[in-house]
């Protein structure tokens, strides 16, 4: 039954802070040199945990070990196939993957400045800091004993001013997790869309929203007492408890193509149109709600941001199904039109009398990421976001939203389109075409505009799991 | 309207034929396992009424799971499975094929049990040829043709919107009015629809008051008697094991790279029935009920609130021991099984929760596939390499299809106005 979440000193804080108020930050990618040194190095590093928000924190530093990673550390393969098939594969290795997640064309793998086959990094290390204080923060990271142990590389981002390269507010909508245990996952109350999420949805070891547990690496022996006790598993301690898989794309943005395009082809309310919000002021084109909607305020920015669905546009007249926020997060509940009474309900799940097109897409409660990412890059120079999301299941949550909502062409019914701005705009197989994009015009049928070009390119990733102390504990201590 | 049917050949093979079979099942792809549609083995795109098709060595991985019911089933076959769906009936489209391709099935078929050089090909066929248990066709009545033919239409359609938006046309009657002349002008052409045969019809009706008639004997029956099965069902379902073996993910990579390589992709699953008359019963009567449904109810689009499928179907094979399912639907399997798992749980639950090792039911609906890892992993591990596959329309969606048609259903309709013809322009 739903709890409270009360381990606040075991969990990565980057599951509950963006760090808004950190502007500066860096993400370094390390291959373990030395593994003895490197699991040294690991048990002496502590991580900034949600118990360290108490008061204001003016540094962060986040850890997280992809599947090699765990390999070069020492973990056994029998712990490391307790992962999720997706975090063992990685994310380029597999070309079947690839595909799903739109790394094909320009974004393959093969053309990746990190992260390609053979080359994952094995950790990652984020540092976020105040304005001008990421120095210090770094050197007293990198020192002697990690320079024994790792090799790194750096991957910067630009001082963080709310705005992506593209000139839009980031970041605005954002899962809301429920912390304090209140939330019981798959009642009546869910057939509306709510923006309050189950922890487990983003940390492993805790219900899910189908009121489950993710599976993960559950441990038999655990002499040194390093590991909690699975909550689902009495006699098995949980190596997954607390931490949540940890996705980092590198975005290049075209933002110099960006511009042109939209302003050789209509200008402002054509970028706003292919994002879904207004380009000064983040408001969304869809009209808001009248009804409340669960986890979205009491703050005003958020009801500004947030308070909205797009039950009232079915026809995607004032955002495009196509627009990017509303692939990335369609908003709907678990049987379109909502709660309506019992025996609506049952006619819903027969499949009478609900919209054919709103029905597409259901349950968008399954399908949430927390993101953290950054932007990179000045103007003039290479730009673009150092994407990061966290989840507890990547097939579930991160690949489905990549692959079925954001790059598939066929997403709500439409025939050609990908995300506006993500589109990888590789024909498919059949030659059908990706690279359409249709704007809704007033009073009249849409603008097609015709073959878009790439926005943006993939240019690295990886997975990694983001331990929990506790966990990071045990792996720098085994092997 | 042309009905649609199917056709399944189901052939023994030994398991020390396997290899060679893939081998030269391998050979008909243009890339793995997708049929080249002029390969010169059974060149599917030279049969228009064909709709999607294939070719699958059925190799269970999963027997030995009967060990927990204290069961087993050494002499499992392993067979070649051929199967498509087609317009109008699938018998004279086996003819042709057997009189077209016929050196091509003969090789194809030499791998398995009972073929030789003198076999007679379509007796040999035939005597193989296994009924669906269950059966689901996206949209009755919609032709490889028709689909073909719409699909250009769209394109066509499209252009001329977009040619007259360059010129400043934007009335939605005028658009209404040019785009129909245009089409008369310059086509495409369209098909008109065929007069639905009688014998089909007066076959459909019957089964409908057949189906009616057993439904309102059977329903009093089974609600009579509900306290006593439920409790059975019950029995059943709290001592059931569930296994939780998990599924072998090489295998699951490999057959994942004939996948998402455009919108469709096939699934071919085998999986025993949990032992005992029961179960069977069960199987057998939720079959006949969703086949009734689909041939009713479920035929302009969805199966219940799932819109991605074109083609499916449920076989009980080996006396009742087994059951095929095959299917061919939009999207990603991960996609697909999601979609299914939050529309239609309780509709997994009825079909599969009788296959052996399934998560845990209550009253045959619930809990099950809402078990999402466990549901998953369940497909997963009978999930089989669909060898060769074909699809008559090949980037098109369900979606897609049933769109097309309502844009020739809207350019046909002579003054259409107002909102309808504002709907009908934003389909195009």
């Not at chain 2, 199917?6 to 290899?19: G, Y």
């Not at chain 2, 699953?269 to 005992?276: D, E, L, S, T, V």
């Amino acid at each position: 039954m739903p709890a409270p979440v009360t381990e606040l000193d075991d969990i990565q804080a980057l599951a509950k802070a963006g760090y808004n108020p950190l502007p500066d930050a860096c993400h370094l990618l390390l291959r373990v040199k030395d593994a003895k040194a490197a699991r040294a190095w690991l048990k002496a590093f502590r991580p900034t945990v949600i118990a360290d928000l108490k008061t204001r924190v003016k540094s962060a530093v986040h850890i997280a070990i992809s599947a090699p990673g765990l390999r070069a550390l020492g973990v056994e393969e029998a712990v490391i196939g307790g992962f999720s098939q997706e975090f063992v594969d990685g994310m380029a290795a597999d070309p079947a993957r690839s595909r799903r997640l739109g790394d094909v064309g320009a974004n393959a793998p093969a053309g990746w400045a990190w992260g390609g086959a053979g080359a994952e990094p094995h950790l990652v290390l984020l540092l976020f800091a105040e304005a001008d204080g990421l120095g210090p923060l770094r050197a007293a990271l990198v020192n002697t004993a990690f320079e024994a142990a790792f090799t790194h590389t750096e991957l910067s981002t630009a001082r963080r001013d709310g705005r992506e390269p593209f000139g839009f507010l980031d970041g605005l909508s954002q899962p809301v997790v429920d912390w304090a245990g209140k939330r019981t996952p798959g009642g009546l109350p869910d057939l509306d869309y709510g923006n309050a999420i189950t922890v487990g949805e983003f940390l492993l070891g805790y219900p899910n929203e189908y009121g489950l547990y993710t599976s993960r690496p559950l441990i038999r022996r655990d002499p040194a007492r390093l590991l909690p006790e699975a909550q689902d598993a009495p006699g098995w301690f949980d190596l997954g408890r607390n931490g949540s898989y940890l996705v980092l794309r590198q975005l290049e943005q075209d933002v110099d193509g960006f511009r042109s395009f939209v302003k050789a082809n209509g200008g402002e309310a054509l970028a706003e149109s292919m994002v879904g919000r207004k380009l000064a002021s983040g408001e969304p084109l869809a009209t808001h709600a009248k009804e409340p909607i669960r986890g979205v305020g009491p703050k005003q920015d958020d009801l500004r941001y947030n308070a909205f669905t797009f039950d009232s546009d079915a026809e995607g007249r004032l955002c495009p199904y196509s627009g990017h926020i509303r692939r990335a997060n369609p908003r709907t509940g678990d049987i379109p039109g909502g709660d309506q009474g019992l025996l609506k309900m049952l006619l819903s799940m027969l499949g009478f009398g609900v919209d054919r097109r709103a029905d597409t897409i259901a349950s968008s409660r399954f399908h949430r990421l927390l993101r953290r990412g950054r932007k990179y890059g000045v103007a003039g120079g290479a730009q673009g976001l150092h994407f990061i999301a966290l989840n507890a299941n990547l097939g579930r949550q991160f690949e489905f939203v990549q692959g079925a909502w954001l790059g598939s062409p066929k997403f709500a019914g439409m025939t050609a389109e990908q995300d506006p701005l993500l589109g990888a705009r590789q024909p498919l197989e059949s030659g059908q075409a990706t690279d359409a994009f249709r704007m809704p015009q007033a009073g009249g049928p849409c603008r097609d505009l015709g073959a878009l070009p790439q926005f943006v390119t993939v240019k690295g990733g990886a997975y990694f799991f983001m331990p929990g102390v506790r966990a990071l504990k045990w792996i720098a201590g085994n092997g | 309207m042309t009905p649609q049917s199917e056709f399944l050949i189901l052939a023994r093979l030994a398991p020390d034929k396997v290899a060679g079979l893939r081998a030269l099942l391998a050979g008909m792809n243009g890339r793995p396992g997708l049929a080249d549609p002029k390969n010169p083995l059974v060149p599917f795109g030279d049969f228009p009424t064909l709709h999607v098709a294939r070719f699958a060595v059925l190799d269970d991985q999963t027997l030995g799971d009967l060990a927990a019911f204290n069961a087993s089933f050494p002499d499992a076959p392993v067979y070649l499975a051929f199967l498509g769906d087609c317009d109008g009936d699938a018998e004279p489209l086996l003819d042709e094929m057997a009189a077209r391709c016929s050196e091509g099935l003969r090789r194809i078929f030499s791998f398995c049990d009972g073929f030789n050089q003198t076999t007679d090909l379509r007796r040999w066929m035939a005597a193989r040829s296994v009924a669906a248990s269950a059966g689901y066709v996206n949209t009755a009545g919609r032709t490889v043709i028709q689909a073909r033919e719409e699909a250009v239409l769209h394109q066509a359609l499209e252009a001329e919107l977009a040619q007259a938006a360059a010129e400043g046309v934007t009335a939605p009657q005028a658009l209404h009015e040019r785009l129909s002349a245009q089409v008369l002008q310059n086509g495409p052409a369209l098909t008109p629809e065929a007069p639905t045969p009688l014998g089909w019809l007066l076959g459909h009706v019957g089964a409908f008051l057949a189906g009616a008639l057993i439904l309102l004997v059977v329903a009093p029956i089974l609600l009579v008697t509900a306290p006593i099965w439920l409790l059975v069902l019950r029995r059943h379902e709290t001592r059931d094991p569930e296994i939780a073996t998990p599924y072998d993910r090489a295998r699951r990579r490999a057959i994942a790279q004939a996948e998402d390589h455009d919108v469709t992709n096939p699934f071919t699953a085998i999986g025993a029935i949990k032992p005992g008359l029961f179960r069977l019963t069960i199987v057998r009567g939720v079959l006949w009920l969703l086949n009734f449904g689909n041939s009713m109810i479920y035929k302009s689009g969805r199966l219940a609130r799932v819109g991605t499928i074109h083609f499916a179907r449920w076989v009980v094979i080996d006396q009742g021991r087994r059951v095929l399912f095959c299917s061919n639907y939009d999207g990603s399997l991960d996609s697909y099984m999601d979609d299914f798992i939050n529309k239609a749980a309780f509709g997994l639950n009825l079909v599969f929760s009788n296959g052996v090792g399934y998560p845990t039911t209550r009253f045959l609906m619930l809990g099950g596939a809402q078990r999402e890892e466990q549901f998953k992993t369940f497909l997963r591990r009978r999930q089989q390499a669909t060898d060769v596959w074909y699809k008559a329309y090949p980037g098109l969606s369900a979606y897609d299809l049933y769109r097309n048609a309502e844009i020739r259903k809207g350019l046909q309709t002579p003054g259409l106005s107002g909102e309808a013809l504002d709907r009908w322009l934003a389909l195009i």
